[in-house]
């Protein structure tokens, strides 16, 4: 049988949607890593554990007219987190997390960022805005991300979402957990952090390490699965 030699490739999701990091198109050790990319803004969601840094930028690049602008971290996790250095300093996009977890970034504390989890170390980075709850980023003229801070895996967790073409598309990165005081995890707020994010009744999940459902029953179903596996 001949092998598949052929690189990784970025994977469509929607009109300026793609995967571009995860661990069969980066690094094994990395989340999955989505771009939202449009006139105005061009926003990676979530880097990776750091190694793999160039070769998301490389997929990022073959799909952009233009440098990246924004690097959207979800939570503060070396997974997540860990090739925001090295993508700063070759993009100067700007570097956004919640407030909560920003300590993690600037400090590179190995325990609350799960960095010796994986034997890796965190490169710090000082973020160029602390993201809240309801921020607004406009992607292109009919697209916005849109912030949702849900607390719980992290104190400084968010989601995301934005509209494209009639469908809604929530990045929910780590809503699956794990939970753990050293990460600060709150059972409680992430309960009511799951509950937002079924309000939202969104048609596509694209999450951390789970991959992307659709439609919008199995985003829910998947959701509801989450909360009845941490009763
Ligand atoms: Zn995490």
Redesign the pocket.
């Known amino acids: 049988m001949p092998r598949d030699i052929s690189p990784a490739a970025p994977r469509k999701i929607a009109t300026g949607v793609h995967m571009v990091g995860g661990p069969d198109l980066s690094d094994p050790r990395d ?1 999955l890593s989505y771009l939202v990319a449009g006139s105005q803004a061009q926003v990676l969601i979530d880097c990776g554990a750091g190694p793999s840094a160039r070769r998301i930028l490389d997929m990022v690049s073959g799909l952009l007219d233009q440098p990246l602008s924004h690097l959207l971290l979800t ?1 503060a ?1 070396i ?2 987190i860990g090739g925001a250095a090295e993508i700063q300093r070759l993009t100067g996009c700007k570097v956004l997390i919640h407030g909560l977890d920003a300590p993690v970034l600037t400090s590179g504390d190995p325990l609350r960022s ?1 960095a010796s989890w994986y034997g890796l170390r965190l490169e710090t980075v000082q973020p160029d805005a602390l993201l809240t709850d309801d921020d607004i980023l406009q992607v292109r003229e009919d697209v916005a991300l849109r912030i949702v801070h849900t607390p719980g ?2 104190p400084g ?1 968010v989601c995301a979402w934005c509209e494209v073409d009639g469908h809604k598309i929530l990045f929910g ?2 809503i699956h957990g ?1 939970f753990s005081p050293a ?1 600060g995890s709150d059972l409680g707020q992430w309960r009511s952090s799951m509950q937002r994010l079924l309000d939202l009744e969104a048609d596509v999940l694209a999450e ?1 390490h789970h991959g992307v459902f659709r439609p919008a029953a199995e985003v829910a179903h998947f959701i509801r699965q989450q909360l009845s596996a941490h009763v």
Do not use: Y
């Open positions: 989340c939570h996790h997974d997540h799960a895996h992290t967790s990165q780590d794990p990460f951390g």
